[in-house]
């Protein structure tokens, strides 16, 4: 069974192109991007927002359509599944100063080389890699 997960990655301008913005993960604090679980109420791309409002505090403007997604090991106790992320690109026109989860994660502002190199998941750095986006006028 494929267990899906919804996911942000939060861009912006930068003089070489754009930036990444990755978070630090609340159990091991490697560099993930925000995600959650899809939304009976909300179209996947407005739960991939919202999982960026609530743990990078970010708001923008989300594609509609995914740039692609990855797969990760989750560990629960004793399990380990498999679940797959449907990720969305997610143009930030603001950072909060606070947030929901802001005392459990760091959240750091990267260039798609480095944030290639930061992510640990090999389907998200491939990800991250073949990213191309120009930014919205």
Do not use: H
């Not at 797969?71 to 143009?91: A, D, F, P, S």
């Not at 947030?99 to 994660?105: A, I, T």
């Amino acid at each position: 069974m494929t267990i899906l997960q919804v996911g942000a990655l939060p861009v912006r301008k930068s003089r070489g192109g754009f930036e990444i913005l990755l978070i630090s993960s609340r159990e091991t604090g490697r560099w993930v991007i925000p995600k959650g679980w899809p939304s009976k109420r909300l179209s996947d791309p407005a739960a991939a927002a919202r999982e960026a409002k609530q743990e990078a505090g970010v708001t923008g403007k989300i594609s509609r359509v995914p740039v692609g997604s990855y797969r990760y090991r989750k560990k629960t106790g004793e399990n380990i599944r498999v679940l797959t992320v449907t990720c969305y690109v997610l143009w930030v026109k603001k950072e909060m100063k606070r947030w929901r989860e802001q005392d459990q994660r760091t959240r750091v502002w990267f260039s798609q080389g480095d944030a290639v190199k930061k992510v640990r998941e090999p389907g998200l750095k491939i990800l991250i890699a073949s990213l191309e986006v120009r930014p919205k006028s």
